[in-house]
């Protein structure tokens, strides 16, 4: 089946900084989608993204579908932000599940 | 707009017992699905139900069973508990309207001591 690996598996940052996460996919897929979540295990949707770029305040994403690749910004970090990104593909065969990553663990220290 | 509700929060169940989730999708959705985590890992798919069947099911054995009723809602029931089972169960919606976003309740944490 599909593989998806996420890195880095953890990132502890300075408020304020700048972080980049990474996606890659091992084919092709319908659907790509990027979460967070909370410290109660909620997942909450940040971005669905299968190609092209999409941002949404702080946060932007990008996905390179021909290369098999997505990346998640966060901008200006702040401590809300820490918790378990997720990302989450849809392969075309065997459709209508997502397979995930291990998550990166962001951690925003003040 | 009522999000995916799920029911219970948290459950301490013994094991060989049996346990039922519930969960309602989000208004105008029609598919559910749900979804395993374990402690440190990513969310596994379990299984999915659309019109009230079984599409798709993931690598869990059959005491994981589901149903899914004419309003779209489902339950998900573990029969004879084992402590592996232990987990974040997660459901999960899509439909009409959303694309193909998927949305997720808040889960329910099961403990088997």
Redo the contacts between chains.
């Keep these: 089946g599909i593989q ?1 690996e996420q890195s880095p598996p953890d990132l502890i940052l300075q408020e304020g900084a700048n972080s980049t996460l990474r996606c890659n996919f091992s084919d092709s897929v ?2 790509l ?1 990027w ?1 967070h979540q909370n410290p ?4 909450i ?1 940040l971005f ?1 993204i ?1 190609s092209g770029t999409k941002q949404n305040g702080r946060l932007s994403a990008t996905t390179v579908a021909t290369e098999r690749y997505s990346l998640l910004y966060i901008s200006s970090s702040q401590t809300t932000d820490s918790g378990v990104y ?1 990302c ?1 593909v ?1 392969p075309i065969q ?1 459709a ?8 990166t663990r962001l951690t925003i220290n003040p | 707009d009522a999000g995916v509700t799920q029911s219970p929060t948290h459950l301490i169940k013994t094991r060989g017992q049996q346990v039922t989730l519930r969960c309602s999708p989000k208004s105008g959705h029609d ?1 559910v ?1 749900w ?1 395993q ?1 374990a402690l440190g ?5 379990i299984f ?1 139900y659309y019109e009230e069947e079984e ?2 099911r ?1 690598n869990f054995p059959d005491r994981f069973s589901g149903h899914q009723f004419p309003n779209y809602s489902s339950e998900l029931n573990v029969n004879a508990l084992l402590l592996g089972d232990s987990a ?1 169960y ?1 459901c ?1 919606s899509r439909g009409v309207g959303s ?9 329910s ?1 099961l403990t088997v001591v």
């Design positions: 998806v319908n659907n989608q979460f109660w295990g909620q997942l949707n669905y299968p997720f989450a849809e065997g209508q599940k997502l397979v995930f990553g291990q998550g | 598919t699905s979804y985590q890992q990513g969310p596994q798919f999915q599409r798709q993931g974040l997660l999960a694309g193909n976003t998927i949305y997720f309740g808040e889960g944490w």
